[in-house]
């Protein structure tokens, strides 16, 4: 079992930054691919980075250039560095942990809200 535990939500203003950080219980975390989705209300959750076990690093489109994913394997925690926030950024930001293939699975931390408003 992995708990997952993501911090550093909050209010910020358009073209500011947050720094998200998700820390992970347990001894096996280099082995996870670890990924940050977000959801706003009415809608499914969207992938918005993901750092596989192997060490490659994925970005959605609509935040390539902004946000930079980075993972500490010692500390057993992710991060996701959001710069240059916009309005559509707003959303409740999950982290995840996955094992892909057969017999794979995940765990999803609470969730940390960000809000870019003015």
């Known amino acids: 079992q992995v708990q997952l535990v993501e911090s550093g939500g909050g209010l910020v203003r358009p073209g500011g930054s947050l720094r998200l950080s998700c820390s992970a219980s347990?001894?096996?975390?280099?082995?996870?691919?670890m990924h940050w989705y977000r959801q706003t209300a009415g809608n499914q959750r969207e992938l918005v980075a993901m750092s596989t076990s192997r060490g490659s690093i994925e970005y959605a489109g609509s935040v390539k250039g902004r946000f930079i994913m980075s993972r500490d394997n010692g500390k057993n925690t992710v991060y996701l560095q959001m710069n240059n926030l916009k309005p559509e950024d707003t959303a409740v930001y999950y982290c995840n942990a996955a094992i892909y293939g057969n017999g794979g699975y995940d765990y999803w931390g609470q969730g940390t809200q960000v809000t870019v408003s003015s």
């Open positions: 347990g001894s096996m975390f280099s082995m996870y691919n």
